[in-house]
């Protein structure tokens, strides 16, 4: 049951956790493990969903919102891309999706969909994303198109195929 010590308390590590999080911001944009340079755009774009996320129940800076959705933007290749990052920790089980750079560029548009950007930084993504979509893509990736263009482009050919890419019938039964 909520309590008022409870709700206090709660409250208390939002805000820790708030100004913790500020603590990784990079000079010059983006966020890193550390807070040192260079910036990853995996973990920014996490972070940018996470203060979106947190802003519905704390006071977040909306410039801490706004200028990693920049910087995340202004890392976008020519072709719609999101290029890996050359600098990040190894972890054993994901390493190889580090270099993959439609599951790179997935994640990030996922990102600035999640916190209601509309820029053309979106459709530059979802043209790079739809003309890399093969049978190939594993489910993960898969899931992460899935979230992007149910977002962005709902009622889409695109969208339906990522989504059929991604079920699996079974005796009538979609799964996904």
Do not use: C
């Not at 010590?5 to 999080?21: D, N, V, W």
């Not at 550390?34 to 755009?41: Q, T, V, Y």
């Not at 920014?44 to 979106?52: D, I, R, S, V, W």
């Not at 969909?113 to 190939?136: C, R, T, W």
């Amino acid at each position: 049951k909520l309590t008022p010590e409870i709700h206090a308390k709660a409250e208390g590590f939002i805000a820790t956790g708030y100004q913790r999080l500020l603590t990784f911001e990079v000079p010059g944009g983006g966020f890193s493990w550390f807070g040192n340079a260079p910036a990853n755009k995996i973990l920014t774009a996490y972070g940018l969903m996470e203060f979106h996320d947190m802003a519905a129940v704390y006071d977040v800076d909306p410039e801490v919102i706004a200028r990693t959705r920049d910087w995340l933007i202004q890392q976008q290749q020519p072709d719609g891309s999101w290029r890996p990052d050359t600098q990040f920790i190894n972890e054993g089980a994901t390493n190889r999706f580090n270099s993959d750079v439609l599951r790179i560029t997935a994640y990030i548009a996922w990102a600035l969909e999640s916190v209601d950007y509309k820029g053309p930084a979106l459709e530059k993504a979802g043209q790079y994303i739809e003309q890399h979509l093969d049978g190939k893509v594993d489910a993960y990736t898969l899931a992460v198109i899935a979230n992007f263009t149910v977002e962005n482009r709902k009622d889409s050919e695109f969208a339906r195929r990522a989504l059929e890419m991604l079920s699996t019938e079974t005796g009538g039964i979609a799964y996904f």
